[in-house]
């Protein structure tokens, strides 16, 4: 007779498993599990939306003294603080664990805009109204004529043509395993700034909470290690072969 032990090295899991396994909510106003209560968050285009990276920009950076290029405000707070262990640890002892709700991918949400695909796109009548109620991005407003009022193609919207030469470009590309290493190193000092940019074109209802926690993943990226242990394209390519199977494809294992 032994005593037999085990123990969960790791676990891969999507953005509402993040709340499971951290004991944080990935949903409503506070959805982000690394900046916590100190998130910049609020309602446009009926649903919450997460602003405010002009934090982790440096404090004398030219982009925190704009206003109408971002939010209508001029930004002078720094970075939300990092976290001890021991603060989480207390503060999961005194909460009760919440339902989570589902989340999108960042690139369905970059490319369903810049294509302004119907059901896809951020860029909407709600979020029209939205900017001209906060009086910022006039170019992006309702065009209204007497008594009608249409959403015209925005300018970061892709017309016919460009849309065909873009998808062309983007099936072309294919990196093998580690050749596009030198980007992950960029990236923990360039998507701030990406961020930032993409607050100055597109409409406060394209940030949802995935498009928020692209700041943090560089730093998490260092912390978890090499990615061939965690990343999801093994499963994916199981999951393929088996819905090819089956009849229900939403269970096909």
């Known amino acids: 007779m032994f005593t037999l032990r085990a123990a969960i090295m790791w676990t891969v ?8 396994v951290s ?30 990276h002009r934090r982790w920009l440096p404090w004398d950076h030219e982009w925190r003294e704009k206003d109408k290029e971002f939010d209508g405000n001029t930004e002078r707070r720094l970075r939300p ?9 207390e503060q999961l002892n005194r909460l009760d664990f919440a339902p989570f709700g589902k989340t999108k991918n960042v690139f369905d949400t970059l490319v369903g805009t810049i294509l302004d695909i119907e059901g896809k796109t951020k860029d909407t009548i709600k979020a029209c109204l939205d900017l001209e109620r906060m009086g910022i991005r006039r170019g992006l407003w309702l065009n209204r004529d007497s008594d009608k009022a249409r959403r015209d193609l925005a300018f970061f919207s ?20 580690g050749y596009a290493s030198n980007i992950a190193r960029c990236l923990r000092h360039d998507i701030v700034q990406v961020l930032c940019k993409f607050e100055m074109i597109f409409p406060p209802a394209f940030f949802t909470s995935m498009m928020h926690v692209m700041v943090h993943l560089p730093e998490e990226a260092l912390l978890a290690g090499p990615v061939n242990y965690r990343w999801m394209y093994p499963i994916e390519r199981l ?11 939403a269970k096909p294992e």
């Open 13 to 20: 899991n999507d953005f509402p498993a993040y709340a499971m």
């Open 239 to 249: 999951l393929g072969e088996l819905k090819k199977s089956v009849r229900n494809r």
């Open 81 to 89: 603080r990092e976290w001890s262990g021991d603060e989480i640890v």
């Open 23 to 52: 004991g944080w909510s990935t949903k409503g106003y506070m959805a982000c599990p690394v900046c916590k209560e100190d998130v910049t968050s609020g309602w446009h285009a009926g649903k919450v939306c997460y602003l405010g």
């Open 158 to 177: 892709l017309k016919p043509n460009d849309k065909k030469e873009f998808l062309k470009f983007v099936s072309s590309v294919k990196f093998p395993d």
